[in-house]
């Protein structure tokens, strides 16, 4: 008889933790590579979880996927880097307004040899018109991604039509990491976020040739997925997802997020 009591203690135990487990809060969050593949989220969302108890599982892909994600109702909050394609998401009634949460900006990264003739420069577009008209690689993320799209961007303003079926122009479909480790070892040139630059180690021979661009501005968006759309939204944890990404705590939390003494993310939530 003791050893059935002790028995039904164990099982009453581990039950009572289990069911304790499934019903932590928590929260997904689908967001871009270059804020996961930065190591941006490893710093900021420890302190959040700490703080509310509620646990954020990120989906990190490419912006176009990311909102996809939120538009089939099967993330909570999203987190990316294309403002047309936001304010988009938001006059379709997936969420009900944009916030914007903070900023870095991208960088032309190429070959120290650099073959195009382009080191130096501070205008995007002309660095790619002499990058297409001297045939160099380029590799290209090719994934719906808001890098990508300011890349596509950034092309047509040099009056450059490309395609996967020139030589040169090569795409990956893929997140910001391996596009960068293909160029790595392809040695050629690529559009990157800052962030995941500063993070990424295997460089090759590859340096940063264009910056300082004003059209290389890059921002960061925040959104509430629209309860109204998906009813499973968990909408008070995500608004408190981000009341606090916006808050001094975690703006101040971005700030202080730097790989090598360099800052990745700068914090711009107008709260």
Same mark, same amino acid.
């Given at each position: 008889m003791k050893n059935l009591r002790s028995i039904i203690s164990i099982l009453t135990l581990s039950f009572l933790l289990s069911t304790a487990a499934y019903a932590q809060k928590s929260i997904v969050l689908s967001s871009t590579t270059s804020t996961e593949q930065s190591?941006?989220?490893?710093?900021?969302l420890p302190p959040f979880e700490k703080r509310t108890g509620i646990q954020v599982k990120v989906v990190a892909v490419g912006t176009g996927q990311a909102l996809d994600i939120g538009r089939r109702g099967d993330a909570d909050v999203v987190m990316v880097h294309d403002k047309?394609?936001?304010?988009?998401? +938001?006059a379709e009634g997936f969420a009900d307004k944009r916030i914007e949460v903070m900023y870095?900006?991208?960088i032309l990264i190429g070959p120290k040899a650099d073959p195009a003739k382009v080191a130096g420069g501070n205008d995007i577009q002309a660095a790619l018109k002499?990058?297409?008209d001297s045939k160099s690689t380029f590799v290209s993320r090719g994934d719906k991604s808001g890098t990508h799209a300011a890349e596509l961007r950034y092309w047509k303003g040099a009056d450059i039509? +490309?395609?996967p079926n020139l030589p040169w122009y090569k795409e990956t479909g893929s997140g910001m990491g391996p596009a960068l480790n293909t160029a790595s070892g392809m040695n050629a040139y690529i559009l990157s976020d800052r962030a995941t630059w500063l993070s990424f180690k295997?460089?090759?021979d590859l340096t940063i040739l264009v910056q300082g661009d004003p059209k290389l501005f890059n921002q960061y968006g925040v959104m509430l997925v629209s309860s109204a759309k998906h009813p499973k939204v968990k909408k008070a944890e995500g608004q408190a997802f981000i009341d606090w990404i916006t808050s001094k705590e975690g703006q101040d939390m971005i700030a202080s997020y730097k790989v090598g003494g360099e800052q990745l993310f700068f914090p711009n939530a107008k709260n």
């Open positions: 190591g941006l989220f490893g710093h900021i047309v394609a936001e304010e988009k998401f +938001v870095n900006d991208f002499k990058i297409a039509a +490309v395609s295997n460089r090759g």
